[in-house]
């Protein structure tokens, strides 16, 4: 496609819309009349765009959306989209007012976020509409098949909650499988005795995209395409049975070309070395934009309507292709590194072969860093970039108007929408939203936190340990002192964390999982509290229902109030072996960041990192000694905001 905009990006995106518009009019045959379709937008619509694919599915016949959590669903709600949001993922109590404000539907996997539920929406006076989900056999959220049917009573009669849904979830409708059979006849089953009781539940779903094309007995009242939408076959046993044409291509240009000598090395670690006199373009996308690591010396890009190899291993923001086949290659040439160009393409199952990957997490991170370019059947149409501006509706009052656009401006100034965001929800509000807060801004934070092994005596002294790793963790900062005292938190559920948030002298919080069955004031010991290397003595204990609260001070820091003060804080809990997983947050806008995870005292491996940095610099660099550590670092010059974080994830 040829679209004089996308000169001026490094790489971009291409949409296809009317792809997008083939592809509907595809799964609406397969499905028939009568059956209402949810176009699933999760992850900013697997990539594409949610705000546009959510537009583009709505003119298309889409009855609803689906997305992954509240946030996703207030995205759309202010880039003006009124149709019905449905969360699929079990909705939490902390979202609950968003779910409300926004007129949300979210799913419902426990009694407990039912109960809650219903008690804010009588006291904010609305009926909300929700989705029970059910667990058949998927194992994830839902509620379990042997407590489905007290649990869908109950909320039945609960006088603030319209019961609009109710659905379930294979595990593998890629594939023709005697377990999706087990799966659909146990949802027959609970359908049959909601039907005995005289429940009426209008909408009834288990359709995803591998069953609207394997079990089209089980499409019922609404299906729930995601993946095919996008083109895209949810495995190899299905491409011909419905035709469906790949929406989105990622494209880029070359940025630099050099002739190398026989026995030269090409990127980190020469594990490429040219064998004959080389020709090497070097093009701007590495694994910051998506293009996996694992692509170094196995992927392929198209130039020149040539397949060209990648060679030498990929970096954050360049990789390196061999071009000596291809003639007349210029700077400045096109490169496609998912899609067509003249007669050859490379395909998203081919890039999930040799990356070891599977298409939706391809989908969701190619060219994240990129422009989006709409068109229709390859003709341009707009450019979008990364950041969109947000539409608000003319009827909406002027103090509304306002808000959206300082968000935009926030947003337009960051050049990412997720930053902007990010500036106007934690500091702009912070600022001006609540007058008994003040912006809190760090420096060069580091976060060492180390797995290790009970000790025997330890193990004795409380014999469930056994099940537990020992997490230490090592805080370490630079921020302006306010106080010449802080607390220490250790909440006992969601709602206690957000109160210790809401507490201006709580510096430290950690969420305690009180199902371990341990005892609070054991399972989280504070080691030390410093503040410019002095040490500060424990002032006050307290334990609630919800939380334990330490307060630690020092009068001689009243001399050092107002000024910028290092501090240091060392805790140590413990974390049970089979969770295989650990996130560690970033709450404050922060410049310099360092985040390990340390388990050479342990039997972990496999350890993998899955980093959501905002900010200018969203991709943090990562140190990986195999066995030992992870360390993701931030350069000190560069400012994250909050909801950043990393998750590791790991085998035994």
């Given at each position: 496609m040829t679209f004089q905009e996308t000169t001026q990006y490094r790489s971009w995106v291409e949409v296809d819309l009317?792809?997008?518009?083939?592809?509907?009019?595809?799964?609406?045959?397969?499905?028939?009349?009568?059956?209402?379709?949810?176009?699933?937008?999760?992850?900013?619509?697997y990539g594409h765009g949610a705000i546009e694919i959510s537009n583009a599915a709505l003119k298309n016949g889409a009855s609803c959306l689906g997305v992954a959590n509240a946030d996703e669903g207030v995205q759309l709600r202010v880039s003006g989209i009124t149709a019905p949001v449905v969360i699929l993922s079990p909705a939490t109590i902390p979202e609950i007012e968003q779910i409300i404000k926004y007129s949300l539907i979210p799913s419902i996997s426990a009694l407990d976020f039912a109960r809650e539920l219903q008690e804010k929406s009588c006291s904010a006076g609305v009926i909300t509409p929700v989705h029970v989900e059910i667990d058949t056999g998927m194992g994830r959220g839902g509620i379990l098949l042997k407590e489905a049917l007290?649990?869908?009573?109950?909320?039945?009669?609960?006088?603030?909650?319209?019961?609009?849904?109710?659905?379930?979830?294979?595990?593998?409708?890629?594939?023709?499988?005697?377990?999706?059979?087990?799966?659909?006849?146990?949802?027959?089953?609970?359908?049959?005795?909601?039907?005995?009781?005289?429940?009426?539940?209008?909408?009834?779903?288990?359709?995803?995209?591998?069953?609207?094309?394997?079990?089209?007995?089980?499409?019922?009242?609404?299906?729930?395409?995601?993946?095919?939408?996008?083109?895209?076959?949810?495995?190899?046993?299905?491409t011909h049975k419905i035709h469906l044409r790949p929406v989105m291509s990622f494209k880029t240009r070359i940025a630099l070309i050099k002739d190398f000598p026989e026995g030269y090395g090409i990127g980190y670690g020469r594990t490429f070395i040219t064998r004959r006199p080389t020709r090497i373009a070097t093009i701007p996308v590495g694994y910051g934009d998506g293009l996996g690591w694992l692509l170094s010396n196995q992927g392929e890009?198209?130039?020149?309507?040539?397949?060209?190899?990648i060679v030498g291993r990929i970096s954050m923001d360049m990789c390196t292709l061999n071009i000596s086949a291809v003639d007349g290659c210029h700077v400045g040439d096109e490169v496609v590194l998912l899609g067509s160009q003249g007669e050859e393409t490379i395909s998203l199952e081919q890039i999930a072969v040799r990356s070891h990957s599977i298409g939706y997490e391809i989908l969701c991170a190619l060219g994240k860093r990129a422009p989006r370019v709409f068109c229709r059947d390859g003709m341009p149409d707009r450019v979008e970039p990364r950041l969109r501006r947000i539409f608000i509706p003319g009827e909406e009052r002027s103090i509304s108007r306002i808000d959206g656009i300082i968000r935009s401006c926030l947003q337009a100034r960051a050049r990412n929408d997720e930053l902007g965001n990010a500036i106007y929800s934690e500091m702009f509000e912070i600022l001006f939203g609540k007058n008994d807060r003040r912006l809190d801004l760090r420096s060069d934070f580091r976060y060492e936190v180390t797995f290790s092994a009970f000790t025997a005596s330890e193990i004795a002294a409380a014999p469930a340990r056994k099940d537990f790793f020992k997490v230490t963790t090592h805080i370490e900062y630079s921020k302006e002192l306010r106080d010449s005292r802080l607390m220490i938190g250790c909440a006992f559920d969601e709602k206690h964390l957000a109160e210790?948030?809401?507490?201006?002298?709580?510096?430290?919080?950690?969420?305690?999982?009180?199902?371990?069955?341990?005892?609070?004031?054991?399972?989280?010991?504070?080691?030390?509290?410093?503040?410019?290397?002095?040490?500060?003595?424990?002032?006050?204990?307290?334990?609630?229902?919800?939380?334990?609260?330490?307060?630690?001070?020092?009068?001689?820091?009243?001399?050092?109030?107002?000024?910028?003060?290092?501090?240091?804080?060392?805790?140590?809990?413990?974390?049970?072996?089979?969770?295989?997983?650990?996130?560690?947050?970033?709450?404050?806008?922060t410049r310099g960041v360092s985040i390990s995870f340390n388990y050479a005292k342990t039997d972990i491996k496999n350890v993998r990192d899955v980093s959501f940095f905002s900010?200018?610099?969203?991709?943090?660099?990562?140190?990986?000694?195999?066995?030992?550590?992870?360390?993701?670092?931030?350069?000190?010059d560069a400012w994250i905001f909050p909801t950043s974080g990393v998750t590791f994830f790991w085998d035994l």
């Open positions: 009317g792809h997008f518009a083939a592809n509907w009019e595809a799964i609406k045959k397969q499905v028939g009349p009568g059956v209402q379709i949810m176009q699933v937008v999760k992850a900013d619509g007290q649990g869908i009573r109950e909320i039945a009669v609960m006088p603030n909650l319209k019961l609009e849904g109710l659905f379930s979830h294979f595990s593998e409708s890629e594939i023709l499988s005697f377990y999706n059979q087990l799966q659909w006849e146990e949802f027959q089953k609970l359908l049959g005795q909601i039907d005995s009781l005289g429940i009426d539940i209008p909408i009834r779903h288990i359709s995803n995209s591998g069953a609207i094309i394997n079990y089209p007995q089980c499409n019922l009242d609404l299906v729930r395409p995601g993946l095919i939408t996008y083109g895209i076959h949810p495995s190899t046993e299905t890009a198209l130039v020149g309507g040539k397949r060209t190899p210790l948030f809401e507490n201006s002298l709580c510096e430290y919080r950690w969420l305690l999982n009180t199902e371990q069955n341990g005892n609070p004031e054991e399972d989280f010991v504070v080691k030390k509290i410093s503040i410019d290397e002095k040490n500060l003595p424990l002032l006050e204990k307290s334990s609630k229902s919800g939380a334990l609260e330490l307060v630690y001070g020092l009068e001689e820091l009243q001399e050092k109030i107002n000024t910028i003060a290092r501090f240091e804080i060392e805790t140590e809990t413990r974390q049970r072996m089979d969770s295989r997983i650990f996130s560690a947050y970033i709450v404050y806008p900010g200018k610099h969203h991709t943090p660099e990562a140190t990986r000694v195999p066995g030992e550590s992870v360390r993701l670092t931030i350069a000190d």
